[in-house]
């Protein structure tokens, strides 16, 4: 057994060697190999090399966006925590989270949706450019459709990334179609940290130079 001995402060900076060098010959553009290799430097899973897809131009505009001072609104705080408050501050960014505000929970259950729904309705009040980030539920995916489609809503860019098995896949699906910006990862993978790793990857393409 080979015990590597790396400082502290170079674990990230290794873990980011190694995975490169699995990669491989896979090709891929620098803007999302970025982003690419921060997914699998959170979840350790090569899947994501092949099943993370990009609209043409969501890189760059998210990039122009969070240049401008966007806000991320992710579907859990679970991702809201994984976001880098220091690299936001860096870039006058914002990020926000409505899951546990009471009067979410209230509009849920009149409307009998789930709370990552009506969260989708709120972020149409946010002012400014907006990053959606869903990492966990599915039908925020679904109703954030509805209100693009119905102009209340148009994000810079949709990270959608929900995990699970009921309507994931499908909900991945729809935003494909939907014609926003999205950065998706096809198939039944996802989750909180995948959504968070992601904005991650994008702001400090910008704050890590």
Known sequence: MNIEHVLPSD???RS??????????IELSSEK?????RV???SADFDYARTLRFSSSAV???????RQGCTIITD??????GISQVALKKLNCQKM??????????????AGTTRASACMDRACKVKGPVIIAVGNAPTALLRLDELVRAEKIQPVLVIGVPVGFV???????????TGVPYIIAVGRKGGSNIAAAICNALLYTLTRK
């Open 76 to 81: 859990t705080n679970m991702a809201y925590t």
């Open 60 to 66: 760059e505009r998210a990039l122009q966006a969070l």
């Open 40 to 42: 699998i430097h959170t």
């Open 33 to 37: 190999r970025s982003i690419i290799k």
């Open 97 to 110: 989270c409505f899951m546990a505000d009471p009067d979410i929970a209230a509009q849920a259950k009149t």
């Open 16 to 25: 980011m060697e190694i995975i490169e060098e699995e990669l491989g010959e």
């Open 167 to 177: 309507n994931v896949v499908q909900a991945k699906e729809v935003i494909i179609k």
């Open 11 to 13: 674990i990230e900076k």
